[in-house]
């Protein structure tokens, strides 16, 4: 009957579980839950950000390759913040702008500050893109092994109240075991979300950055041709 008693007194719902556990423990399952609620924060915007990424690289290559004049697109798009492709295409054609202006005589040198401008800002976006994805990778594999070090000390001092209570039946044993369980249970609840989580968005950003080497290359192609057909009737009058 006393065993009956001391199991009845525990709650083995999870509130209860979660109040009855030890100060250490507790301090591990907060910490997990935050990492959980940060978790779902990065992935809910990651999830606009690389729609909204998606959709504005869309537009700006049917933009782009319509025909339109590149003088005339630059124009549109220098008067606003301008990101991804529309970024590089900005960086691309201002360098051609100023270097003109200054009289460029070097097509080598010319195409040169052009590409590296242009590997600037697609570092410069690819750092933006894959921003806060070393949070979710650290959490999706530091994750389960807190909930590991909250189960161990809760089984602790389970066993140390075992050995005060000279008994070991199962009622006194499973509250004290479910209370430090529940530690693991809510590492792995932060942990599978962030590693899905991980893999997909890497594998988007992966994507995303590969769209904009490949516009890289071709928008250095056309200025390419641009340039030859620019400097070479002043090296031929020279």
Do not use: C
């Amino acid at each position: 009957m006393e065993q009956v008693g001391m199991a009845a007194a525990h709650d083995v719902s999870l509130w209860g579980l979660f109040m009855q556990a030890g100060l250490i423990v507790k301090l591990v399952m907060l910490g997990l839950i935050a990492a959980s609620v940060w978790t779902w924060a990065i992935v809910i915007d990651k999830y606009l950000s690389y729609a909204r990424a998606r959709r504005q690289f869309d537009q700006f290559e049917q933009v782009f390759w319509s025909g339109q004049s590149l003088e005339e697109l630059y124009r549109t798009l220098s008067e606003r913040t301008n990101t991804g492709l529309a970024a590089m295409f900005v960086a691309a054609m201002r360098e051609w702008k100023k270097s003109f202006e200054r009289g460029a005589r070097s097509p080598i040198g010319l195409q040169m500050r052009i590409d590296r401008a242009m590997d600037v800002t697609l570092a410069r976006e690819s750092e933006t893109l894959e921003a806060r994805l070393s949070s979710l990778a650290t959490i999706g594999s530091a994750a389960p092994f807190v909930g590991l070090f909250g189960t161990v000390v809760g089984i602790m001092t389970s066993f140390q109240a075992i050995a005060g209570s000279n008994s070991a039946s199962l009622a006194v044993v499973a509250p004290g075991i479910a209370e430090a369980l529940l530690a693991t249970a809510i590492g792995l609840v932060a942990a599978i979300p962030a590693v899905i989580a991980y893999n997909k968005f890497a594998g988007e950003a992966g994507k995303l950055t590969a769209r904009m080497e490949g516009f890289a290359d071709e928008f250095s192609a056309i200025l390419s041709r641009q340039i030859d057909e620019k400097l070479q009737p002043r090296q031929a009058a020279q």
